[in-house]
């Protein structure tokens, strides 16, 4: 039996890979002017763009319980084997949601074999992750197999992002008022990453050119074989960019592919318009 493959919205692929990899997708929640949504299903990133841009500050929320109770016990009754790909925990209270929900499936379904798994990573970071999975799952892969690629690959996975705005993360408690007030005072820029699934702040550079030949010094710095790799990018309605970006990484590195995506309404709640992601292994 193939192992069947869960993601939430939050690695940011579109709802066209779901359907075409037999990918279980739970989506979070946006609430915009009081109207919920769920993201990717029935709101796309630039509707939330728009209203960010018209001085709407959309809330977010975690995958439905109630969701998560129906999915789980219907593969349980059916007796599939699973591996649930989650959202960063230290960004979303998404995981340990699921993971309460999976203890009180298996009061009643005990054999169920599902495994979560906390990603420690976000947007198309973990979205490459996802899309490995489900082509190893495709192959009709052992779970364990499976497994041991997600590790490796949420261990080694780099993330590192500029926003156009600091506001928009200020907003979200992820920087200072203080600093976003100063970075849009002297068009600063700032570099960040993950470090254990948590969003810190590394570098401060004034000028988005001066950012992008920074970020190519760092994937210098900290990939491996990045010609050998699918590196990724995610933009917030900034696609232009993204080819930018991406022609600046082909020329440099060479990579097996480069893959794009759109940031989507959850995450793009929060980073706003103009957000710019990659995504390679610091390790393969």
């Known amino acids: ?5 869960l993601a939430d919205s939050a690695c940011d692929l579109p709802l066209s890979f779901y359907k075409e990899n037999n990918v279980v997708l739970f989506p979070l929640k946006v609430q915009i002017n009081d109207q919920d949504y769920e993201d990717v299903k029935t709101i ?18 975690q995958v439905s319980p109630l969701l998560f109770e129906e999915i789980f016990t219907a593969m349980a009754e059916k007796n599939e084997e699973g591996i649930y790909l989650a959202f960063s925990s230290e960004l979303s209270g998404t995981y340990s949601t699921a993971v309460m929900i999976l203890d009180q499936v298996k009061e009643k379904y005990p054999n169920f074999d599902l495994t979560i798994v906390d ?9 490459l992750v996802v899309m490995e999975a489900s082509k190893l799952a495709l192959g009709h892969a ?9 590790k ?35 068009n600063i820029k700032p570099i960040l ?4 699934g948590k969003l810190v702040p590394i570098e401060k550079i004034r000028g988005q050119k001066k950012v992008f030949r920074r970020i190519i010094e760092m994937m210098k710095e900290r990939g491996s074989n990045l010609n050998e790799q699918i590196i990724g990018i ?8 993204a080819l930018e970006v ?6 440099e590195f060479h990579p097996k592919e480069v893959s794009i995506s759109s940031i989507g309404s959850a995450i793009g709640s929060h980073t706003g318009p103009g957000t710019i992601s990659i995504f390679f292994l610091n390790q393969i």
């Open 152 to 186: 490796f690959r949420c261990e080694h996975m780099e993330h590192i992002f500029t926003v156009e705005d600091l506001d928009y993360l200020a907003k979200g408690g992820r920087v200072s008022k203080a600093s976003a007030f100063l970075g849009g005072l002297l």
């Open 119 to 127: 990603t420690k990573c976000a947007s198309l970071g973990a979205g």
């Open 44 to 61: 796309d990133s630039k509707t939330v763009y728009q209203a960010i841009r018209n001085g709407v500050v959309p809330k977010t929320s």
């Open 234 to 241: 995610s933009h917030a309605d900034s696609e232009a960019t």
């Open 193 to 196: 990453n993950m470090e254990d």
């Open 246 to 251: 991406k022609e600046m990484i082909v020329n």
């Open 142 to 150: 052992a779970k364990e197999e499976i497994l041991q690629d997600v």
């Open 1 to 5: 039996m193939t192992v069947k493959i």
